[in-house]
T-cell receptor, first 109, second 114 residues
Framework: GIQVEQSPPDLILQEGANSTLRCNFS?????LQWFHQNPWGQLINLFY???GTKQNGRLSATTVATERYSLLYISSSQTTDSGVYFC???????????FGKGTRLSVIA | NAGVTQTPKFRVLKTGQSMTLLCAQD?????MYWYRQDPGMGLRLIHY???????AKGEVPDGYNVSRLKKQNFLLGLESAAPSQTSVYFC?????????????FGDGTRLSIL
């Protein structure tokens, strides 16, 4: 099955700093999602991005499907950005997602 | 629009007890999924369903059963709970009508087996 690796596993940032999170996957996929799990455990959909680039406020994501990786950019980080960021992929939209182990982000004031 | 609702939010069981977790979605989605999340790990698929009356095994199905009698509900059962099933359980759903749509997740059920 598909393998998903996320890096770095842990990241500590000063408030206002920028960061890049990476997701590598082992096979061609047609579905990729980024999630933020907040400190209360809720999973928040950030992006559905099987290819290309999308932006939503201070967050943006780029997926290069041919090279099997995706990047999540967080600019001007805030303490509310803290939590765990997950990348999840699947072969197609109707097959189950395979999750990476996540990047734990801590933003300190 | 409630989205995906999981019941209960928290539960403590004794080893050997049984229970059922309920997932309900009001988006008329065809696909529904049950995942478990253990500390330091991503979510792993337990079972899923591509439509009413159908279910399939995921990555970690042992010790669990599921049923999809109604399109809007997906039930996860533990017949004889074990401490190894202590975890946070997430339900998700997705439409089959369009290919470029994300999965939507519930808020999770935190289950402890003593």
């Amino acid at each position: 099955g598909i393998q998903v690796e996320q890096s770095p596993p842990d990241l500590i940032l000063q408030e206002g700093a920028n960061s890049t999170l990476r997701c590598n996957f082992s096979d061609s996929v047609n579905n990729l999602q980024w999630f933020h799990q907040n400190p209360w455990g809720q999973l928040i959909n950030l992006f559905y991005i099987p290819s290309g680039t999308k932006q939503n406020g201070r967050l943006s994501a780029t997926t290069v499907a041919t090279e099997r990786y995706s990047l999540l950019y967080i600019s001007s980080s805030q303490t509310t950005d803290s939590g765990v960021y997950f990348c999840a992929v699947s072969y197609s939209g109707n097959t189950p997602l395979v999750f990476g182990k996540g990047t734990r982000l801590s933003v300190i004031a | 629009n409630a989205g995906v609702t999981q019941t209960p939010k928290f539960r403590v069981l004794k080893t050997g007890q049984s229970m059922t977790l309920l997932c309900a979605q009001d988006m008329n989605h065809e696909y529904m999924y049950w995942y478990r999340q253990d500390p330091g790990m991503g979510l792993r698929l337990i079972h899923y369903s591509v439509g009413e009356g159908t279910t399939a095994k995921g990555e970690v199905p042992d010790g669990y059963n599921v049923s999809r009698l109604k399109k809007q509900n997906f039930l996860l059962g533990l017949e004889s709970a074990a401490p190894s099933q202590t975890s946070v359980y997430f339900c998700a759903s997705r439409t089959a009508q369009k290919s470029n749509q994300p999965q939507h997740f519930g808020d999770g059920t935190r289950l402890s087996i003593l």
